[in-house]
């Protein structure tokens, strides 16, 4: 393993999956429609109000924040690419605490294809994950909750999919 | 669990060094700490808990002991997230799924 610099790598996490929708529905559904399938439980405002709303400002720059039930408004990270209905870069400034850090800067693209007669291929890639290792007390926090993070979403997910 | 380990392990920047160092190609204990403003044995320690955490391997090559990354630590350090997105995008595909009408609950608060 002889990399040309001296600088910690971490390969980007990818995925792969294929929707029954047409692409500008899919991405609708990634961006505007987030709080429909991102677990509500899993907020990170530090006022522990509900999560009622994510908000992903439609624009390049925009912001990436949810909003509690008591009003208060926690950022998630930014939008730093914006092309509908093709892709979307955000910023997940997210550390392994849940906690938004401005410091941070993970990036996760998604891409929406196409594939004919309602079908949109969605690719996923969150990279530069490296940054993570530098907040790395917090991220055993989100290891060790990882397996209520799990569940929640396979019950979820067993309880809407049709295949 | 490995995953916790490594992060934990890389949280101290000196520790951190040292991996860098040898992200770069396998060195010794003493020509580690020739490029780091830190003792053999601080370096040693270190190279310790790296091992541990599955970040780094060595080869007894005699007296002198050859360190290197371990790839597989690093493979670990990933697995969380690479779960997750699978978990995320699996409901998000049965929303997109689901029924045309985009309401699935009111806001009651």
Redesign the interface.
Known sequence: MNAPTAHLYIEPVRKTIRVQAPAARAFEVFTAGMFRWWPATHSINPTKAPIAEIVMEPRTGGRWYERGADGSECDWGRVLLWEPPRRVVLAWQIDAAWKFDPALLTEVEIRFEAQGAGVTEVSLEHRKLEALGETAEGMRAMVDSASGWSELLERYATEFSPR | ?T??NA?????DPTR?AV???L???PLSVGEIAAELPVSRPAVSQHLKVLKEAGLVRHEADGVRRVY??D?RG??E??S???????????????????APQ?R?RK?T?
Do not use: C
């Open positions: 669990m995953y916790g992060l934990t392990a890389l949280a951190r991996f860098e160092r992200s770069a190609g290197e990354v790839p690093l493979a350090l990933r969380w997230l690479d779960r997750f997105w699978n978990d995320a995008l699996a409901a998000f595909k049965a929303e997109v799924e689901r985009p699935r806001k608060r």
